[in-house]
């Protein structure tokens, strides 16, 4: 079986500033892609690499957990 197909994915969400910010963290290999969505604009989409503190961080910035369906809708472009 492939690398990374059988990871269960941590996902956050946070508003900021008018933005909302969601998360998706692969717990395994520290990686992970970020969805900043404003109103009125198209997503941004970022390919990120994290260390092992990134819960902590994430909670440190008071990210709540985030929900895997609005993730992926918004990943996939099916929802702006």
Known sequence: MGQG???????FKKEIDGATVLV?????FYKG???TLVKGE???V?????D???FEDLEADE????NPLEFNLYWAGLKK
Do not use: M
């Open 5 to 11: 197909k059988n990871i269960v994915h941590q996902y």
């Open 46 to 50: 970022r390919e990120l690499d994290f």
């Open 63 to 66: 990210f709540a957990a985030g």
């Open 24 to 28: 998706r963290v692969d717990p395994i």
């Open 42 to 44: 198209s997503p941004v």
């Open 52 to 54: 092992e503190q990134i």
């Open 33 to 35: 892609v970020e969805i």
